[in-house]
C-alpha cells in the first residue's frame, strides 16, 4: 500500500469536484505557487500545520491546516469562486486517504489593487480549513 | 526513562468473550490511583498517625467519536444496559502496561463550531466480585 501523501490528496479532493474545475481547470490549482503571468483564476494550497492528534492503536488521526488561496483578477471574480471551493473541501477518501472532517474556518479578502504603473495586482481569498485524516 | 504517548495505545475488550483489539481515535488519556488515609490521631498528641486507606482508580479518556467505530458504539451501549465492568489495557510505547477491570461511569459526547466531535468518558476500576485480583496491575517489562 502506498505512503500517505497529504498533498497530492489535497488536490484530488480539490479536482474531484466539478463545480470547483469549471470555474478553475485542473490545471491552474497547484501546490505552493503559480507563475506569475499565469492565467487566472488560479488556486494555490498549502500545508500550515500538521499535527498528530491521537495517541497510537488503530489509524493514527492527524490533523492538516491548510491555506488555500483563490487568485482572480477581481475581488468579485475570486469571491464568486468562494462556494464551489466550500462544496469542494467535504469529507471523503481521496488517493489512499480518508478525510474524517474537512472544516471552513474562514476566509479572508484582498481585493485587487493597482500599482505604480499600470502594474495591477489580482485579487486574492485566502480560506482556512483543517483536515481531519486517518494515516 | 520517559515514554512516547504518541506510540503508546489503548486496547479494550468486553468483561466476556474477545480478545484485547486496539481501540482507534483516542486524543488522550490519564489515570488516577489514589489511597485515602485514615486519620487515627489521639488527642492529646502533637502528631498526625494515619492508617492506609482503600485505594482507588479512575481513568479519564478524550476520544474522536466516531459512530462508525463499533468500540465507540459498544461503549455507549455498556452505559445504555448497565454492563458489567469491561477490560482495559494501556500499553505504553515501551512495552509496560496498566491493565484493569473498569466501568464505564459517563460518556459524554460533544460537538462544536470549528471543531470535530468529540466524547468524554470517565471510568471507575474495581474488582470483580468475589475475585482477589486487585483491580488493576502494572506490568513492567523492561
Known sequence: ?135 | MAFNSSLSKLQWKALTGGTYADVAAIGSISFSMSRPTLDITPINTATSQFLAGISNATASLDIFYDNDDATHRAWLDHINAANDASFWLFVLETGESIEGQAFITSMEISAAANSVGRATLQLQFTKAPGSTAAAWTVTNSG
Open chain 1, 1 to 135: 500500500m502506498p505512503g500517505v501523501n497529504i498533498e497530492q490528496d489535497i488536490r484530488t479532493m480539490l479536482v474531484a469536484y466539478g463545480g470547483l474545475t469549471s470555474a478553475i481547470p485542473a490545471a491552474r490549482i497547484s501546490h505552493g505557487y503559480r507563475l506569475q503571468d499565469g492565467a487566472l483564476p488560479a488556486l494555490t494550497y498549502e500545508i500550515s500545520s500538521l499535527s498528530q492528534e491521537s495517541i497510537g492503536g488503530g489509524a493514527t488521526v492527524r490533523l492538516a491546516t491548510v491555506e488555500l488561496n483563490i487568485v482572480a483578477e477581481t475581488t468579485k471574480a475570486a469571491l464568486d469562486i468562494v462556494p464551489a471551493l466550500k462544496v469542494a473541501c467535504g469529507a471523503g477518501t481521496y488517493g489512499v486517504t480518508d478525510f474524517d472532517a474537512v472544516i471552513w474556518r474562514q476566509h479572508v479578502t484582498s481585493p485587487a489593487s493597482v500599482g505604480e504603473g499600470d502594474e495591477q495586482q489580482p485579487a486574492e481569498v485566502t480560506a482556512t480549513i483543517d483536515i481531519y485524516y486517518r494515516e
